[in-house]
């Protein structure tokens, strides 16, 4: 501790001397440890949006020597991270999720520069735009088939469900892997590292990421049990890097490989860029799309009102003849509505992934140090009332303009990152929340179970993590009709 001790007071010393102007307000602090007791272990964005009331939107915090940015606006958002790129979109260094387990070498967690650019690439050349990620519907199609056909048979899981077939959709995507029937061991890995990752990328979550002298404690010494699942975690991802990719290889070896992400880019230049295809495939799993789709069935239990004017346009446009596909997205407004509401009600990410400055800067007339790290507020930017009516309700017509008012801003420019960070399958995400809504509503009535003649309400209650999910909740899930039922066994057994 005596040598944490001279490395703080270092930090703080070799800060202060190169400070050049005023840092936003913000809670004030005490003498070397700065705002450690102000900081929130929980449900950040709530804290955050609080201080942005009392101190304005750019906030100021330190935590032990390290400035803290955060913002409660969407436009300081834009403004930093959009207009001032260049010097905005590095990564604040995680000693525990990027270094000790191994994220690092991801694109969301990559340091900016050449590297990461040259990953970036790999991703715009094969889903980096709407067409591009419409080539890949009939797979996306074909999970979803098999989603409905899980839940009809048990749609009391509706949760794990949701979970397998995230799995599935980016397994096949990045490696052209099909998923087992019944329990995957890949599906269940990639749900246990992204459940790591959630947990571990939290800025101020682990002491070890303020001082990474720590990592060198042994893992037997009392109170290190953090190290312990630390090495857990990077074992874990290490087999989801290795597992799937290496499965990949075998069946192009073999002449058997499905055309995918790792496959493609493989032909393509395999000696070169290897271990960055390896990494750049695992960027793929987020778990953004698990929950948001567990939110659409939250949402539908307690807005019945919607679930019904969502089905008749289904109903009208589409006929109850066949499921909507994504070639269908542009002539069903409300759904696209819907979906864009299941993102800013509950949003997946409510603090987006801190930024970090490569150097200083001034923004409106506050100093942001170079190392700074800068949090944008994504739940606030989504809940401000003097941008969205009533935000705590479900509502999509706030995205449908009328004669009397204009549609409320896209959420999608908010859920999804900023600037030069902005998530490269942003494209896939929005297919696949579009098929889940879409095809769900068509064949299913969603409600709130009753048990013992009793309507059980649900509550609405999220984790707190950088990716934020529903708690387990109860669902009722039934045939919207004999037609319906029969509609999702005919499809799954032509897939």
């Not at 900081?39 to 942005?52: A, R």
């Not at 874990?236 to 990719?245: G, I, R």
Request: glycine share 6%; hydrophobic share 40%; charged share 20%.
């Amino acid at each position: 501790m005596t040598v944490a001790l001279i490395v703080l007071v270092d930090r703080i010393l070799k800060r202060n001397s190169r400070r050049a102007g005023t840092l936003p307000p913000g809670p004030k602090g005490w003498p070397l440890i700065g705002n450690v007791l102000d900081w929130p272990t929980s449900y950040e964005w709530q804290t955050f949006s609080l201080w942005g009331e009392k101190w304005g939107d750019i906030v100021s915090a330190t935590i032990l020597g390290q400035p803290m940015i955060i913002l409660n606006s969407s436009q300081y958002a834009f403004e930093i991270f959009d207009k001032k790129s260049a010097m905005h979109s590095d990564r604040p260094v995680l000693t525990m999720a990027g270094k000790m387990i191994g994220w690092e070498h991801t694109l969301v967690m990559l340091r900016y520069g050449s590297r990461h650019r040259a990953m970036r690439r790999l991703f715009s050349q094969l889903i980096g735009s709407r067409n591009n990620a419409a080539r890949l519907s009939q797979h996306m199609e074909s999970e979803v088939y098999h989603f409905l056909f899980r839940v009809l048979r048990q749609p009391e899981a509706v949760m794990k469900h949701v979970r397998k077939t995230a799995g599935a959709f980016i397994l096949k995507m990045a490696y052209g892997y099909q998923v087992k029937h019944g329990q995957d061991e890949l599906v269940d890995l990639v749900d246990r590292a992204v459940d790591g990752f959630s947990i571990t990328t939290t800025p101020g979550a682990f002491l070890v990421d303020t001082f990474p002298i720590l990592k060198h404690v042994p893992s037997w010494m009392p109170g290190a049990g953090w190290k312990r699942k630390a090495r857990d975690w990077a074992a874990e991802l290490q087999k989801m890097y290795d597992a799937p990719y290496e499965f990949t290889k075998k069946q192009m070896a073999a002449g058997t490989a499905i055309t995918s992400f790792t496959s493609t880019n493989l032909e393509a230049d395999p000696a070169d860029q290897d271990r960055m295809i390896k990494y750049a495939a695992a960027t793929l799993y987020s778990g953004m799309t698990v929950s948001a789709i567990n939110s659409f069935f939250l949402a539908m239990m307690c807005y019945p009102e919607v679930q019904k004017k969502a089905q008749l346009e289904i109903d009208s446009v589409i006929g109850s003849d066949r499921l909507p596909v994504l070639a269908d997205r542009d002539q069903l407004p409300y759904i696209n509505a819907l979906c864009s509401e299941v993102l800013r009600w509950q949003p997946v990410a409510p603090l987006g992934m801190a930024h970090s400055s490569s150097q200083d800067d001034y923004h409106a007339g506050y100093f942001i140090p170079k190392g700074a790290i800068i949090i944008p507020n994504v739940w606030k930017f989504l809940h401000d009332p003097d941008v969205y009516t009533n935000p705590s309700e479900f509502n999509p017509d706030r995205f449908i303009p009328t004669s009397n008012r204009e549609a409320e801003p896209e959420p999608r420019q908010y859920a999804f990152g900023f600037g030069r960070r902005v998530c490269p399958g942003l494209h896939l995400a929005e297919a696949s929340i579009f098929l889940s809504c879409a095809m769900s509503l068509a064949v299913f009535h969603i409600s709130k179970p009753v048990i013992d003649g009793v309507t059980v309400e649900p509550e609405i209650k999220y984790s707190s993590a950088t990716i934020s999910h529903p708690q387990p909740f109860q669902c009722s899930v039934m045939p919207r009709s004999a037609k319906a039922e029969a509609l999702i066994l005919a499809m799954r057994n032509d897939s």
